[in-house]
């Protein structure tokens, strides 16, 4: 069998208009290799890049929405 790639673009936008708070996009970007290493085995390696543009005159996103310790849904960055 050989290595396969996968890759996703994916985009959204927030603003006022849309009932959010604050007008920003934010773009992410991941690519996953697949590389087998015999009949049962597959070793697989990932890359992610994610952007946010602040919007209307903001400096920086709204403070759920940055990338820093995963934000408000997952659990990086604290202590187990």
């Known amino acids: 069998t050989a290595e396969r790639l996968a890759a996703e673009l994916t ?7 849309l009932f959010g708070q604050d007008t920003f996009a934010k773009v992410s970007a991941s690519l996953s290799k697949f590389q087998p290493l015999g009949k049962h085995i597959v070793v697989r390696a990932d890359a992610r890049y994610d952007h946010g543009l602040p919007f209307a005159g903001a400096v920086l996103l709204p403070e759920v929405e940055r990338f820093f310790a995963g934000g408000d849904n997952t659990v990086r960055g604290y202590a187990d």
């Open 11 to 17: 985009g959204s936008y927030a603003a006022p208009l």
